[in-house]
């Protein structure tokens, strides 16, 4: 028996596997953590592509100037296309404005001062939000379980 401790003591064929034990949890930890942000991610990204997506229909049709009726279609097929990434249709906001000398104006359809730079624009955003599966994780970022995310995209028409 008093060979048997020091024998013991010098042994080293079981370390390996103790320092496994001892870090495979931070491990696993770091490896959760990657994953959740990327699926945050991804689901930024979709919604950002969507809104991208959704200003293209407005330049598609060229709608420098166009009667009301046709302003609300565009809008409402902005709507639409951006509702695809949508957890809801309520989450998407189409808008189209115009701005004189950089000033917004109510009406798409205003006419500008003479001399005044004419910009036009159509933007989508969406809202949503992601629950991640380690909530801990993302600190202040979460409220009630899930964290805000947001796509948006805006284009100038004229």
Same mark, same amino acid.
């Given at each position: 028996?008093?060979r ?6 010098? #042994?080293?064929? !079981? &370390?390996? %596997?103790?320092?496994?034990?001892l ?7 770091? $490896? &959760?953590?990657?994953? /959740?942000?990327?699926?945050l991610?991804?689901?930024? $990204?979709?919604?950002? *592509? ?10 598609? !049709? ?5 009667? /009301?009726?046709? $302003? ?8 639409? #296309? ?6 809801a249709?309520? *989450?998407?906001?189409?808008? %189209? ?9 109510? /009406?798409?359809?205003t006419?500008?001062?003479?001399? /005044?730079?004419?910009?036009?624009? &159509? &933007? ?12 801990? %994780? ?19 028409? *004229?």
């Open positions: 028996m008093p048997l401790i020091p024998a013991l003591r010098r #042994d080293e064929r !079981g &370390a390996s %596997l103790v320092e496994l034990a870090m495979a949890p931070i491990l696993l930890a770091f $490896l &959760a953590g990657i994953v /959740d942000c990327a699926r991610y991804a689901a930024k $990204l979709s919604m950002q *592509q969507a809104a991208e997506r959704s200003v293209e229909i407005a330049t598609a !049709g060229g709608i420098s100037a166009a009667s /009301d009726q046709a $302003l609300q279609t565009i809008k409402t097929n902005m709507q639409n #296309d951006a509702t695809s990434a949508a957890p249709a309520s *989450q998407v906001t189409a808008s %189209l404005w115009l701005e004189c000398a950089g000033v917004k104006q109510n /009406d798409f359809n006419a500008c001062n003479t001399g /005044d730079q004419v910009a036009r624009y &159509a &933007a989508v955003s969406i809202t949503g939000s992601y629950r991640p599966a380690f909530p801990y %994780l993302f600190g202040s970022l979460v409220s009630n379980g899930r964290i805000a995310v947001r796509g948006a995209a805006s284009v100038r028409v *004229q």
